[in-house]
């Protein structure tokens, strides 16, 4: 899966930028375009960053995505990383495909450390976490 780049800002900073591997197929391309996360912090991973054009950069932040007609669509004109304009979709996406690329973090597994670090307010406007796990071998 390739990358998928994508940034996060108050506005009144510069946005911090964030790599992850796509894990979502939204668009029509028959791939992987997207990134799950949690934006409006509700513990699940409905949300998304989707690069609905292919070129490796996340152009729609999407809330809700498998919410059918109730998904929400936003861009991010200023570059800011806000995310912050609303749009409408004449015709929304299908979801063809979910890849689990990255385990669910386990707390208190055997061998691994679980790591929660505090990313600061997300895009649009909501706290959001870092969860890790990091191998504790001797």
């Known amino acids: 899966m390739d990358p ?3 940034s996060f800002g108050t506005g009144a900073d510069a946005p911090t930028a964030w790599t992850s591997p ?28 989707w690069d609905s054009d292919g070129d490796g950069v996340a152009d729609r932040s999407v809330l809700d995505y498998d919410a059918d007609d109730e998904a929400r669509y936003f861009t991010d004109p200023s570059g800011n990383g806000t995310w912050n304009v609303e ?19 386990m707390i208190g597994a055997a061998g691994t450390i679980d790591v929660r670090v505090d990313a600061g307010q997300g ?3 909501f706290q959001t976490n870092r969860v890790s796990d990091e191998g504790n071998t001797p």
Do not use: K
Not at 38 to 47: A, K, V
Not at 87 to 104: G, L, Y
């Open 4 to 6: 998928l780049e994508y």
């Open 87 to 105: 749009m409408t979709m004449a015709e929304p996406p299908v979801i063809a495909a979910v890849h689990t690329w990255r385990p669910d973090p």
């Open 123 to 125: 895009g649009l406007g």
């Open 22 to 49: 796509a894990d979502l197929d939204l668009g029509s391309s028959g791939g992987v375009d997207a990134v799950r996360l949690d934006f409006d912090g509700d513990g699940l991973l409905d949300d998304a960053m």
